[in-house]
């Protein structure tokens, strides 16, 4: 194999490797916004994280995604969903994120630095 070949296929693998670990940190963004949230009309059912498959959370309520193949969240949105307690520090896990509705409910906290 030429070396170019070998050089293209450690950069490939490294480049999927990235990007399974940017997927699986919106994973963790949700998960623990849905852990943070008290959800007493349970709202946020849909949001289970049993299936890890292929763009499973763009089935979520409120959870818009870049495209179908990906998790990464494009955009949140949960107005008027009864929802309180703390905003968590897990927003800074969908970094991929770019619209935020929370209006509505009662959620209290900063961001922080987002
Ligand atoms: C999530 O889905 C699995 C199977 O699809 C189901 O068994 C489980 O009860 C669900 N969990 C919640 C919290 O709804
Ligand atoms: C997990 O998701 C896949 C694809 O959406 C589906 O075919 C499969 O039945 C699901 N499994 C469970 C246990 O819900
Ligand atoms: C919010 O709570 C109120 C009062 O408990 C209830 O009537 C309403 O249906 C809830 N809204 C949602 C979206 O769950």
Redesign the pocket.
């Known amino acids: 194999m030429a070396k170019s070949t070998i050089f293209f296929l450690l950069f490939l693998s490294f480049s999927v490797l990235l990007h399974n670990v940017t997927a699986l940190d919106d994973i963790r963004c949700l998960q623990e916004l849905k852990e943070s949230f008290k959800d007493p009309n349970g709202n946020l059912?849909s949001w289970?994280f049993?299936?890890y498959s292929m763009g499973f959370i763009r089935k979520f309520i409120g959870v818009s995604c870049w495209n179908n193949l990906e998790n990464r969240v494009l955009s949140l949105s949960l107005p008027n969903m009864n929802l309180s307690g703390q905003l968590p520090d897990a927003f800074k896990y969908c970094s991929s994120l770019t619209t935020l509705e929370l209006s509505g409910n009662r959620l209290s906290g900063s961001f922080g630095d987002l």
Do not use: K
């Open positions: 059912n289970n049993s299936n």
